[in-house]
Structure formats: structure tokens, C-alpha cells
């Protein structure tokens, strides 16, 4: 049970104007190939996910970046992993080399991280271009000084919040995640993604209030399977590569990039359904149609 006196309420609860986030939102937040672009220009995702315990997190973060339109992908996490992604991915470069916004933490743990993923991950954060930090990268917020968006789920919220002496439980997270989606981002200082069938999307409070959410509403629970909040990890990571500049001049704009990613995923969950059930990997296989469809408008 939550501990309301553990709860320090200096920032608390500042408000928050929560829009729903829409197609016609997403449809902001994808970019478009033109004539003079090629792979570099597009954005290049790194990615540090994955590790001997759960390689497929990998596989699966990967193949949705580069399923959502990013220029290039450079894995450079666990060994183990990389071979599986280039097994299922040949198009991924494994020479390390500029990026303009890191993947991390995805199927890693704090707990048994190694000293090759360590020092991976304290290239990323010391890289200065803005970052997705997932699951077993969380701890590493305070570290974070580029521009960043947190994805946890619940559960890992919890652990988040603990941190700065927030005791909640899970159900207490459940049970008003547009609340604790704002505290942990002002707690943290970055943006928030919580996950859920209904995602928020909060900024930390930073001058001006009240300060923008959004919220994703996902047609159907389908999506509630092992491996799909990695590829979601990949669908954010590539619309974040594809806008790194306007990302570092306004992090803010990282609500509008996560909230659609969060729709992307959604969507392509959805259509994979077809109301039946689906894998993780059927999500990020029906990405492109989304992203097609959110770039042309046009229902198909
Ligand atoms: N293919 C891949 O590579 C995949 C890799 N993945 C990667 O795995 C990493 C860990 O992420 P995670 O969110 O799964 O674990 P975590 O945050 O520690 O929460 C554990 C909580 O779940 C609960 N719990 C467990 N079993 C339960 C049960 N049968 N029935 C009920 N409850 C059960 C458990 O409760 P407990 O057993 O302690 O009571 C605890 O509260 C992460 O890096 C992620 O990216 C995943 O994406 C999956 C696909
Ligand atoms: N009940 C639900 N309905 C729709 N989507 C859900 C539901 N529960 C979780 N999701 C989505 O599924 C994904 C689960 O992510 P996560 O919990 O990190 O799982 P994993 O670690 O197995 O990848 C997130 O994108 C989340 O929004």
C-alpha cells in the first residue's frame, strides 16, 4: 500500500492538460524521405539492448526501428544478441560510429549487467544526443544530461519513484497513472512514458503551467504480450533518431514523438489482431502500414 507521508509534496500533483493523442496528431510526427536524403540524413538509432538473459528484447527493438522509417540502426549491445539480430536483421551495422539518439536498457537488468553493455551504455549516455531509456537502463536516470524519454511500465514506475523516496505499489500506479506518470517526470526531470492500455505521456514541469500529456488509448488488449513493450522501445527510439535536432532545440517536442510511437504501436497491434491474438513481433511487422497510413491520410 502507498505510504502518503513518504510522498514528498513540494512538486506535487502541478497540473497537467492531458490531450488525447489522435492520427491526426501522429501524422505531425513522422518524417518523410525526400530527394536529398539519404541513410545518414534520415537519422541513425543506437541501440544497446538486450543481453545473454533476454536477447530476443534485441531482436525485437531493432526490427520495429527499423520497421518505423529511421536511416540506419547500429547495435552494439551483448554478443549473444547481436548475432540473433543480424540473423533476423542483416540490414544492422555493428561498427560502432555517430548516432543521432540511443535505444537502451530493453531485456537488460541492473543486476546483472556486464562491463562490455556497462561501458556501451556510458558511451550512450555521454553521447549528448537524446536517448530511450528502458526497463534495466532505468537506474541510470540521474546520470541522464542529453534529452530523454523513460518507458516504464508499472511496475517499473514503482521502482522509478522509489528511488526518490516515493513508495507506491503497482495497483496504486493502476489505479491513477496520470498522476504518477506527472510525478515521475517531474522526479526525474525527463518525459514518461507509461505504458499500459491506456499510455501517458507526461513532460516534467519546466517553467510554464500547466505542461502537456497525452494519452494513447489502444483499441484492444491484444498488445499485452511478452516482448511487445520492447518493440515499442524501437518504434520510439526510430521517430526520436528522425528528429534528434529538433529534439535537442525542444525536448518537449519528446511527448508529441513518444505519444506517437505509443499510437504506431497501438495501431499496429490492431491491425496484426485482426481481433484475434498476436506475438510481439507481429506488432512490429505491421508498422509500416500504420506509418503509411498516417502519411498519406488516406484509409485503406
Ligand atoms: N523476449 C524477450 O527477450 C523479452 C524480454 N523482456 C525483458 O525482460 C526484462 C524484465 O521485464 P519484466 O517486465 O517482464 O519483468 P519485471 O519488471 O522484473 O517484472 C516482473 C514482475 O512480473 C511478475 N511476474 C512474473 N511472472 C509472473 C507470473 N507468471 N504471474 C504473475 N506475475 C508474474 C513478478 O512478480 P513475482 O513473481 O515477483 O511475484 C514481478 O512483479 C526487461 O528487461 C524486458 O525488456 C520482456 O520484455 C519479455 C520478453
Ligand atoms: N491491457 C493492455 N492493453 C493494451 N496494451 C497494453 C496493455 N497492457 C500493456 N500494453 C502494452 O503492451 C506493452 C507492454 O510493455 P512491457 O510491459 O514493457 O512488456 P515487455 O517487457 O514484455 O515488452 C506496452 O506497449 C503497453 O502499452
Known amino acids: 500500500m502507498s505510504d502518503p507521508a513518504a510522498i514528498p509534496d513540494a512538486r506535487a500533483d502541478a497540473p497537467v492538460q492531458?490531450?488525447?493523442?489522435?492520427?491526426?496528431?501522429?501524422?505531425?510526427?513522422?518524417?518523410?524521405?525526400?530527394?536529398?536524403?539519404?541513410?545518414?540524413?534520415?537519422?541513425?538509432?543506437?541501440?544497446?539492448?538486450?543481453?545473454?538473459?533476454?536477447?530476443?528484447?534485441?531482436?525485437?527493438?531493432?526490427?520495429?526501428?527499423?520497421?518505423?522509417g529511421v536511416g540506419m540502426v547500429r547495435y552494439l549491445g551483448a554478443a549473444r544478441a547481436?548475432?540473433?539480430?543480424?540473423?533476423?536483421?542483416?540490414?544492422?551495422?555493428?561498427?560502432?560510429?555517430?548516432?543521432?539518439?540511443w535505444l537502451i536498457g530493453s531485456g537488460q537488468s541492473s543486476d546483472t549487467r556486464d562491463e562490455e553493455t556497462t561501458a556501451a551504455l556510458d558511451h550512450a549516455i555521454a553521447d549528448g544526443v537524446p536517448l530511450v531509456v528502458d526497463a534495466g537502463a532505468l537506474d541510470l536516470v540521474d546520470r541522464l544530461g542529453a534529452p530523454a524519454v523513460l518507458t516504464p511500465h508499472a511496475g517499473e514506475l514503482v521502482t522509478l519513484l522509489k528511488r526518490i523516496g516515493t513508495r507506491i505499489d503497482r495497483a496504486t500506479v493502476s489505479a491513477d497513472p496520470e498522476r504518477w506518470a506527472a510525478r515521475a517526470a517531474d522526479a526525474t526531470g525527463h518525459v514518461v512514458l507509461l505504458k499500459g492500455r491506456t499510455t501517458h505521456v507526461c513532460a516534467p514541469l519546466a517553467g510554464a503551467s500547466p505542461r502537456v500529456g497525452a494519452r494513447v488509448q489502444a483499441p484492444s488488449s491484444w498488445a499485452a504480450t511478452a516482448g511487445s513493450g520492447d518493440v515499442l522501445g524501437g518504434i520510439v527510439g526510430s521517430l526520436v533518431a528522425t528528429h534528434s535536432d529538433e529534439v535537442l532545440a525542444d525536448p518537449e517536442l519528446l511527448v508529441a514523438l513518444a505519444a506517437t510511437g505509443a499510437f504506431v504501436h497501438a495501431w499496429a497491434a490492431e491491425r496484426a489482431s485482426d481481433r484475434g491474438p498476436i506475438a510481439a513481433l507481429d506488432i512490429a511487422e505491421a508498422v509500416p502500414r500504420v506509418i503509411a497510413r498516417l502519411v498519406s491520410g488516406v484509409a485503406d
Open 18 to 68: 492531458w490531450r488525447d493523442w489522435t492520427e491526426l496528431a501522429a501524422s505531425g510526427s513522422i518524417a518523410v524521405p525526400g530527394p536529398d536524403d539519404d541513410k545518414y540524413s534520415r537519422g541513425v538509432l543506437g541501440v544497446v539492448t538486450g543481453s545473454d538473459e533476454f536477447p530476443g528484447a534485441a531482436v525485437l527493438g531493432v526490427d520495429a526501428a527499423v520497421r518505423t
Open 82 to 101: 547481436a548475432d540473433l539480430v543480424l540473423r533476423r536483421r542483416p540490414e544492422i551495422v555493428t561498427a560502432p560510429g555517430r548516432v543521432q539518439a
